[in-house]
């Protein structure tokens, strides 16, 4: 089972800290106080046009994002284009529409106190938009995923977050479960404003 240990809401003092050290790290970072808020900010965001794609998220789909951006005609939602493709004859197209869309939105598993982000991905399909190949990332995440330092956080995937994603891996595509294949690990943005973190006061997704 996991730790619930993990799911513990962080405090306002080290929200606070943890918001001056990602933005000291290059990431812009907005607080909202529930998930409504969270919502609109994300949608605030996304301009009318914008070409997006919303990556695999609990937290998203929670928010009703996920079903929003990619059924609002005023947005251009690389999911809305996937529905179009065959996986099989389509599969080059279909990675490189997801590997660098003009924004793409989700969430991470873990934020550190001193302003690092971590993201662990069986696939790895998340992770290249998340990098480099987006020009814009949003992503939503609830504030008890916030942890001390990196250790806490590859802890916090392992005890708390891989467990929660195999069982809802098994019951979505009937697999045994998932895996921590590959981590994504920010540092820092070199880019200014690149990525948005709406950090939200209340537990939301893994």
């Given at each position: 089972m996991e730790n619930s240990n993990w799911n513990t809401l962080a405090n306002a003092d080290t929200i606070a800290a943890t918001k001056s050290s990602l933005e000291g790290n290059g990431f812009n970072v907005v607080i909202a106080e529930?998930?409504?808020e969270?919502?609109?900010?994300?949608?605030?965001?996304?301009?009318?046009?914008a070409e997006v794609m919303t990556m695999t998220s609990i937290t998203l789909d929670t928010l009703g994002l996920s079903e929003e951006v990619n059924t609002a005609e005023k947005y251009n939602s690389i999911r809305k284009i996937f529905s179009s493709l065959d996986k099989e004859h389509d599969a080059d197209r279909m990675q490189k529409l997801g590997a660098a869309p003009q924004w793409v939105m989700g969430s991470v598993h873990a934020l550190t106190e001193d302003g690092h982000a971590v993201i662990a991905s069986l696939t790895g399909s998340q992770l290249p938009a998340y990098a480099y190949g987006s020009q814009h990332v949003v992503w939503v995440v609830g504030a008890q995923k916030i942890v001390k330092n990196l250790d806490e956080?590859?802890?916090r995937i392992y005890?708390?977050?891989l467990p929660l994603e195999s069982e809802r891996a098994h019951?979505?595509?009937g697999v045994p479960g998932s895996s921590v294949n590959k981590v994504l690990i920010m540092n820092k943005e070199a880019t200014p404003s690149r990525i948005t973190i709406i950090l939200v006061k209340?537990?939301?997704?893994f």
């Amino acid at each position: 089972m996991e730790n619930s240990n993990w799911n513990t809401l962080a405090n306002a003092d080290t929200i606070a800290a943890t918001k001056s050290s990602l933005e000291g790290n290059g990431f812009n970072v907005v607080i909202a106080e529930n998930a409504a808020e969270a919502k609109a900010k994300a949608l605030e965001l996304l301009p009318e046009g914008a070409e997006v794609m919303t990556m695999t998220s609990i937290t998203l789909d929670t928010l009703g994002l996920s079903e929003e951006v990619n059924t609002a005609e005023k947005y251009n939602s690389i999911r809305k284009i996937f529905s179009s493709l065959d996986k099989e004859h389509d599969a080059d197209r279909m990675q490189k529409l997801g590997a660098a869309p003009q924004w793409v939105m989700g969430s991470v598993h873990a934020l550190t106190e001193d302003g690092h982000a971590v993201i662990a991905s069986l696939t790895g399909s998340q992770l290249p938009a998340y990098a480099y190949g987006s020009q814009h990332v949003v992503w939503v995440v609830g504030a008890q995923k916030i942890v001390k330092n990196l250790d806490e956080a590859m802890k916090r995937i392992y005890e708390h977050v891989l467990p929660l994603e195999s069982e809802r891996a098994h019951k979505a595509y009937g697999v045994p479960g998932s895996s921590v294949n590959k981590v994504l690990i920010m540092n820092k943005e070199a880019t200014p404003s690149r990525i948005t973190i709406i950090l939200v006061k209340e537990a939301l997704g893994f």
